[in-house]
């Protein structure tokens, strides 16, 4: 997933579990799209954009991958450590 805020994925390390939130444009408020994904990968060499973010791989189960691929399409991605 390419999450919006590069510097918060530079604070997330393998093991960790994070909640990923979508915040579409004009929306009055975000939504949770997964609960408690665990953080699988980050680049070695982190690719951060401040446009574009930065990318995090996450294990989750396939119907959440499918909700998470769908989210980020149309909004912009956020994680919080649970």
Known sequence: MRIADA???RLLRPGDRVDVVASEEGSASPRTVARGARVERLPEHME???VDG???VL???RRTA???A???V???LAV???
């Open 48 to 50: 951060t954009d401040p």
């Open 74 to 76: 149309t909004s912009r």
């Open 80 to 82: 919080t450590l649970c």
């Open 7 to 9: 510097a918060t994925v």
């Open 66 to 68: 499918t909700a998470l």
């Open 54 to 56: 930065a990318l995090v």
């Open 70 to 72: 769908g989210a980020a």
């Open 59 to 61: 294990a989750v189960p």
